[in-house]
């Protein structure tokens, strides 16, 4: 392999990226901070490092690298990264694509101190099994392959964005496998047996490196390899709860599913994974004491929501999904008002109207959400 030529800060591509720094220079590409000067917008440049020194395999290189930015161009999902745009320069290809802003997880977790608790990593793992199942039933399916932690990053929102998809692969069009689009191997601890010996990949190899990725977010330690794994007399994948308390027997259960060896032995979709691995500690279980009073939370039906209720000080504990609910639901109310208003053709600022707050019957749903919304602060 031969070596491209770096970019150089300063440089204008296509009459409209600027090159302003280089950021990482990896084994196969190198990535840029640029700049797109029409749109006055922070981009990532990322040029192929690596070349066939044979310029016709050069040229296939360069076309195969083309052929995948196209494909991933076309994909929309709020946990992957836009692609704007794909050339070559100097015959080196290059991919174009939005800035995320943030950290990678492998920086997250290098530079946080503490563990991350369950409910935290099971948040991200969901968030990363919806952008699977959504890759890997495109037709053709897309497999990644190279899921681990430095190509996924955490946005300010708290989003998880996956943004390699250097050694992402297309199954061809008979379903016999996978053919590689741009040439590379995955990282040994989160990458499945078929991976690292370089065999038949599918969308099960994504599941073992979710595995392996879930398995590095709970312990802070990178799993012992696929390979490792197999020579070994006792499998060294250890229980992540020993290192860290937090950890539940369902998701050490679902963790061991993903990462078994043999991929007939894992669940066969990102949407079986979905329903094995628990969504976090649900506040419906009947174990929780509420914080204002120490008294046991009762779990109650409202508007069409399970929530826990402290029979004591009448506090309501919702999780992010409840509260969003009755927040949506509190705004049609809202709007059917409005609409009511209108019908009876009286401005919004007559006193009849003011008055409603205080002569109106009694509002349990509004009171509700007050409750909730004060509550919230202190959960
Ligand atoms: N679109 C992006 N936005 C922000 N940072 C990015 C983006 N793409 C890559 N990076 C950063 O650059 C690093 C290397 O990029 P990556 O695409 O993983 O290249 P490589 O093929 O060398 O692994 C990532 O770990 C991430 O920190
Ligand atoms: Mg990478």
Redesign the pocket.
């Known amino acids: 392999m031969t070596k491209s030529a770096e970019l150089l800060p300063n440089t204008i591509l296509e009459n409209r990226y600027e090159v302003r720094k280089l ?9 840029y901070l640029g700049h797109h000067v029409g749109l006055d917008q922070p981009v ?1 440049i ?1 040029q192929l ?1 690596e070349l066939y020194p044979d310029r016709r395999q050069a040229e296939e290189q360069s076309e195969q690298f083309q052929v995948e930015a196209r494909l991933l161009a076309k994909l929309r999902h709020p946990n992957l ?1 836009q692609v704007y745009d794909t050339f070559s320069v100097e015959g080196v290809p290059v991919l174009v ?8 997880l ?2 997250v977790v290098t530079t946080e101190k503490d563990l991350f608790c369950e409910s935290t990593v099971l948040k991200w793992a969901h968030q990363l099994l919806d952008v699977l199942n959504y890759l890997h039933t495109r037709v053709p399916p897309v497999i990644v392959r ?1 899921l681990q932690p ?2 996924i ?1 955490l946005d300010p929102s708290q989003q998880l ?1 996956l ?5 992402a692969k297309n199954m061809d069009e008979k379903g016999s496998g996978t053919r590689n689009i741009v040439k ?1 191997l995955g990282e040994d601890g989160f990458a499945s047996l078929e991976q690292n010996a370089y065999t038949k990949t599918d969308a099960r190899s994504d599941i073992y490196s979710l595995g392996a990725v879930i398995h590095y977010l709970l312990t802070k330690e990178t799993p012992p390899s696929s390979p490792q794994r197999v020579v070994a007399p006792t499998d060294p994948l250890v229980n992540p709860q020993e290192k860290n308390p937090t950890v539940s027997p369902a998701t050490w259960s679902a963790i061991q599913q993903m990462m078994a060896i043999r991929p007939n032995e894992r669940p066969n979709s990102a949407s079986e994974v979905a329903r094995l691995l628990p969504r976090g500690p649900s506040p419906t279980a009947g174990k929780r004491l509420c914080v204002n009073c120490h008294e046991l939370l009762k779990v109650e039906q409202m508007e069409g929501v399970e929530v826990d209720i402290c029979q004591k000080c009448g506090g309501l504990w919702l999780d992010e999904g409840e509260l969003s609910f009755l927040r949506r639901k509190a705004e049609t109310m809202e709007l059917q008002a409005e609409e009511l208003a209108k019908t009876i053709a009286l401005p919004a600022d007559h006193p009849a109207i003011q008055n409603l707050d205080e002569n109106g019957p009694p509002r349990p749903f509004w009171s509700t959400v007050l409750e909730m919304l004060k509550m919230r602060g202190t959960k």
């Open positions: 950021i990482v220079a990896g084994s196969s590409t190198r990535v990532i990322k490092r990264v694509m939005e800035m995320v802003p943030g950290r990678n492998e920086q190279g430095s190509n990053i964005r943004v390699d998809f250097g050694l590379g």
